[in-house]
């Protein structure tokens, strides 16, 4: 059963009947950019929540991914997804109300998750980042996903689905980052990745 579960993915209109749920149905202005940015990048949960406000490009129609590395010479690496136009409308409004700060995704002072209270938004901790989620589809229909991998695994698994080239996928999910070939493939022909993001969730 374990196994069953980990291999879910959601279907692009399932994605988007998801995200139509969440944008209703949250108790706060950040959820519904939170799931929007993890459904349209395939961003972990730890990635969203280090995303900084300037990470996005507007004019270049691009995000970028702050990913963490394991090997102790780096502590940080950086990776860019297409910034597809529909996550691009979303982040544009959600920057309009925005907390303050330079984290994409924050929380009103109120809400965070510090001992010392700071008059300043904050960045959400894992454990808010799952409990928002889980609390956000508790008694709904969405209840069965577990948590935020599920649309990871969604973005890539139908990214496939509509034949973006390995490269590309592997390029946008963070996987082997280091590999020449994929970082050229991305350089040579930003239309092709531009066109099989825009694929996507029609």
């Known amino acids: 059963i374990k196994e069953e579960w980990s291999s879910l993915f959601l279907r692009e209109k399932e994605i988007i009947d998801l995200l139509k749920f969440v944008k209703k149905n949250a108790i706060n202005d950040f ?45 940080m690496t950086f990776r860019e997804v297409i910034l597809h136009s529909a996550l691009a409308e979303i982040m544009r409004e959600w920057f309009t109300i925005h907390s303050g700060g330079t984290y994409t995704i924050v929380t009103p002072p109120s809400m965070s998750h510090r001992r010392i209270r700071s008059d300043k938004p904050q960045p959400l901790s894992a454990d808010q980042m799952q409990d928002h989620f889980t609390r956000t589809l508790e008694s709904s ?17 139908n990214c496939a689905r509509q034949g973006v080239r390995e490269a590309v996928i592997d390029s946008w999910m963070g996987h082997s ?14 239309e092709d990745t531009q066109s099989a993001m825009e694929k996507l969730f029609q």
């Open 31 to 75: 959820i519904y950019p939170a799931f929007a940015f993890a459904a349209y990048t395939g961003a972990r949960r730890s990635e969203i929540m280090r995303s900084e406000i300037h990470d996005f490009d507007f004019m270049q129609k691009k995000v970028m991914i702050r990913q963490k590395k394991r090997e102790t010479e780096k502590k």
């Open 141 to 157: 229909e969405w209840e069965m996903l577990r948590g935020w991998h599920v649309l990871r695994h969604s973005f890539a698994s």
């Open 177 to 190: 980052p280091d590999s020449k070939i994929k970082k050229r493939y991305q350089h040579l022909f930003p």
